[in-house]
């Protein structure tokens, strides 16, 4: 694993594209790997080069919001860190960060920027070892295998912070849809994006839809709920146990 690159054992370090780290064409999903999010931090100088269009030396607010969605999508982190502080926006965070919140015309040398900056990296998220992320995981790298040649001449990813042009795909992002979690009695306890929350009889009957409409083929399904339904008639069966 060092000789690549890998210092974990026991999952496969991935960028944002769920490449392998240190091995070309190799793509690693579930939980056998771990996405490791670019810091904002490390490309810091970068970022800063990559909006400071008329070399000035200083970014003004405008300039940062030039390239402001490509930062959301190649560091969601960013995005992140200003909802966790209230922030209606990037311009809030410089003009904190510089002091002078009244001021509408800031500019930044590259020591002010990094101070504005400093502390989102601390929104670095990694994502659980679910089937959910897997699912969607494997999706996403369906739909770039598939579009990759079209993708080469019309790459729809954020501008490369280090280099030329921009990346072929937007990164991976994870969309949480809820979970399930069953409690026995056939009761079942849900989270749904929202913070709803249900629990009960009504919440496991909800749960077997999601189960059979996430099987692969209708074969699948049929066996199923083919299997739920003996069990509901007969009990289950414990003749093998």
């Known amino acids: 694993m060092k000789q690549i690159g ?14 392998v780290r240190e091995c070309d064409d190799v793509y690693a999903i579930g939980d056998c790997a771990t996405i490791n999010q670019r810091k904002v931090m490390e490309d810091i100088s970068e970022i ?3 909006a400071d269009k008329d070399k000035s030396g200083t970014l003004t607010v405008k300039e940062i919001q030039d390239v402001l969605d490509d930062i959301y999508v190649r560091y969601p982190q960013v995005q992140l860190y200003l909802k966790s502080k209230q922030m209606n926006g990037i311009a809030d965070l410089v003009r904190s960060a510089k002091g002078d919140a009244e001021k509408e015309s800031v500019e930044l040398n590259i020591e002010e920027f990094k101070k504005a900056l400093s502390l989102v990296d601390s929104q670095v998220k990694f994502l659980p070892a679910t089937a959910q992320v897997a699912s969607q995981q494997g999706q996403y790298l369906a739909r770039c295998f598939n579009k990759m040649k079209d993708a080469e001449e019309h790459p729809e990813g954020p501008i490369r912070i280090r280099g030329e042009g921009r990346h072929r795909f937007r990164p991976f992002r994870y969309r949480h849809l809820g979970q399930f979690a069953p409690l026995g009695g056939e009761q079942t306890a849900a989270q749904l994006p929202g913070d709803w929350i249900s629990i009960g009889h009504s919440t496991q009957w909800l749960w077997y839809s999601v189960y059979a409409t996430k099987q692969i083929s209708w074969r699948t399904r049929a066996l199923v709920v083919s299997d739920w339904t003996r069990r509901f008639i007969f009990g289950r069966d414990s003749s093998c146990i």
Do not use: H, I
Request: avoid cysteine; aromatic fraction near 12%; hydrophobic fraction near 45%.
């Open 6 to 19: 890998q210092a974990n054992r026991r999952v496969l370090a991935t960028d944002e594209w769920l490449r």
């Open 48 to 50: 800063f080069r990559v």
